[in-house]
């Protein structure tokens, strides 16, 4: 009898152990739950899928929103409800029931739909208002992480405390992020090892030996700028330092060395396929990219796409050769030069005292015999290994195959890493400088973008944020068949100037811009019904349009560093630079906005649009401009 209950009871504890088991399966299969957003636009349609509902019958799904009942679809993976979409306000009541017993009750808050722009619009007004782009940002996240608690009185706080614990952590955090400041940083500490061991000299001195007249000064100048081309605060500080004893030989006014040096270190990083200007670019593009569902674009491909439409960048370069091959001159600039060919004066009789930059880091070590060859090596070192990194990552038959599916992080990073091993061995070889004196150059060289990296990691931040609040869906809503596709990049670049020239800072304007921009493109061309790879023209315009528009507005902008540094490295005063820059400034970008990016934007082909401008750069220069050696006339 004993032993008879024993088996049973051992029978009954099986059963039991069953039973058991197959009630936590059922708890498990039950325990999906809404996806849900922090805050909901009102007016905003959202499609609200069901985690672990892969094993689950969606007929069976019931969700109540307000009372209102709602069927879920069935889709691969599990099961979404569909357009759910409210024009109340007030919190939204959400009850979920599967086989008619609830299985999960959630509160979210309902918002009005213009908040979602509210981060963007406040960084770019303080910006303005203050004229510093770290403060704006600041805010704009602030706010951002306030409207995503709902925009209470306890949320205000709480979104002060989430802006950084939550969003700029996962900015930091993310592998792509952290793949570009690596390689940002190791560029720029790449720029100070060759600068300090006389590479950068070497090239300089190489260039301007054959500089005997004002108009082959000037020409040498303009190549220096170029070559210099990977960094636009080594191109301002090492060209315009290293240029002045020649210029000023030669009689050519610090003026004008102040604009042949500004116009050739901007509009070229932004343009050139290696600079520190690169990672961060990219960096911006690929987050912005990303977040846009239906576009499947690598970010490196996307901005090699987008520099067909570069119109500001080149036409200002170019613009300088034409000044410089024709001898001509118009505005304040004119002045300048005739005073310093006339009088030997090279520099204005208003030149202010002021402060000069730091220039330390950027000098050759003493006692260094400067010699091209330590720069060439380590920048080819550079280029080559992004094209190699690019062709191993990268699949398909052709160039533009290869690129587009190539990991482009991986490239840079591989390339930034040799390039400055490469710089470093050579100065270690060649006992220019110790260990210890090779490390501190490059860490001089790389607190050059310090900032420049905080702007970038808040500028992700601030992108990640609007992308929880769908402002993308927002502006697909109300602007995306509000604006003409054909005129968006246009206005892009307008908006990128007015933002740069009244912060002074080109990279900030992206910062704030491009996370918004790329979004707002997207929407337009699917409202408009293009959303195709025929027209993505328009959005690398677009892209092109906030990068170059930045540029234009920040050579306009009396406290551009860029512009700053340019006048302290030539020995201008920066009033002066400023007054005679802005005329040229103000053409070439006139002219890019008109008869470049105006036209491609109705499908006109960009190398007929770019012809057609540098015609016009000529026309207006021999109309306007007079030769330095006439008499005045005005």
């Known amino acids: 009898m004993h032993q008879g209950d024993h088996r049973r009871n051992k029978a009954s504890g099986v059963a039991g152990g069953l039973f058991a088991i197959l009630l936590l399966c059922s708890s498990q299969s039950w325990a999906a739950e809404l996806d849900l957003p922090q805050v909901l636009l009102r007016g905003i349609a959202y499609d609200i899928s069901v985690k ?3 094993d689950m019958d969606a007929k069976e799904l019931l969700l109540q929103v307000n009372g209102e ?22 919190p939204l009541q959400f009850s979920l029931s599967y086989q008619g017993k609830q299985v999960q009750s959630a509160e979210v808050s309902v918002i009005p739909g213009w908040v979602s722009l509210l981060p963007a619009l406040l960084a770019i007004g303080i910006a303005l208002a203050l004229r510093s782009v770290l403060p704006a940002l600041v805010i704009g996240l602030w706010a951002g992480a306030w409207a995503l608690q709902g925009l209470t009185v306890k949320g205000a706080f709480v979104g002060l405390l989430t802006s950084f614990e939550v969003f700029v952590t996962n900015a930091m955090a993310d592998r792509n992020h952290t793949t570009i400041i690596l390689f940002t940083f190791m560029v720029a500490g790449m720029v100070g090892i060759i600068s300090r061991n006389g590479g950068m000299r070497g090239i300089v001195n190489f260039i301007i030996q054959g500089a005997n007249n004002a108009r082959r000064g000037q ?8 070559v210099i081309f990977f960094d636009d605060y080594a191109n301002t ?8 004893s020649v210029t000023d030989r030669l009689k050519i006014s610090r003026e004008k060395l102040a604009y042949i040096v500004d116009s050739t270190a901007a509009p070229v990083a932004t343009v050139a396929l290696v600079t520190t200007w690169i990672g961060y670019q990219v960096g911006l593009i690929g987050d912005a990219v990303s977040k846009i569902d239906g576009l499947s674009l690598q970010p490196y491909s996307v901005f090699l796409n987008s520099l067909p439409y570069s119109f500001y960048p080149f036409l200002a370069i170019l613009l300088v050769l034409l000044i410089i091959t024709t001898g001509r001159d118009f505005g304040p600039m004119l002045k300048a030069e005739r005073r310093a060919r006339l009088t030997g004066e090279v520099n204005s009789p208003n030149v202010s005292s002021g402060t000069r930059s730091d220039e330390a880091s950027l000098e050759v070590k003493p006692g260094v015999t400067p010699r091209a060859i330590n720069a060439v090596i380590p920048v080819a070192v550079m280029a080559s290994s992004i094209m190699i990194g690019l062709y191993v990552t990268g699949e398909g038959d052709t160039i533009n195959e290869i690129i587009g599916t190539a990991n482009s992080y991986t490239a840079l990073m591989w390339a930034s890493l040799l390039s400055a091993f490469t710089a470093a061995f050579m100065t270690a070889v060649q006992r220019l400088m110790s260990m210890e004196e090779i490390v501190e150059a490059w860490v001089s060289g790389a607190r050059f973008t310090f900032i420049a990296m905080i702007i970038l990691i808040l500028a992700w931040a601030l992108s990640d944020i609007s992308a929880e609040l769908h402002t993308a869906d927002f502006l697909m809503v109300t602007l995306g068949s509000a604006l003409p596709y054909e005129l968006l990049p246009a206005i892009v670049f307008v908006l990128s100037a007015l933002t740069a020239f009244a912060t002074g800072s080109s990279w900030g304007a992206m910062g704030i811009l491009l996370p918004l921009v790329v979004p707002l493109s997207w929407a337009v061309l699917q409202a408009g019904g293009v959303a195709d790879p025929e027209h993505y023209f328009i959005l690398y315009s677009a892209i092109s349009c906030v990068l170059t528009g930045s540029v234009w507005g920040d050579h306009c902008s009396p406290i551009s560093d860029t512009t700053v540094l340019s006048s302290l490295a030539s020995g201008c005063d920066h009033i002066e630079h400023v007054r005679t820059q802005m005329p040229y400034a103000l053409l070439a970008g006139a002219v890019a906005l008109l008869l470049g990016t105006v036209p491609t934007g109705y499908g006109f082909p960009w190398w007929l649009s770019f012809l057609i401008s540098a015609v016009t750069l000529g026309v207006v220069l021999r109309l306007l401009g007079q030769r330095v050696e006439e008499p005045a006339t005005d």
């Open 52 to 54: 672990d509902s892969q």
């Open 69 to 90: 009942s709602r069927y879920a679809t069935s889709v691969p993976g599990g099961a979404v409800f569909d357009d759910i979409k409210t024009d109340q306000s007030g």
């Open 237 to 244: 500080l090492v060209v315009g330092n290293t240029s002045r």
């Open 219 to 226: 020409l040498a100048v303009w190549f220096l700028g170029l």
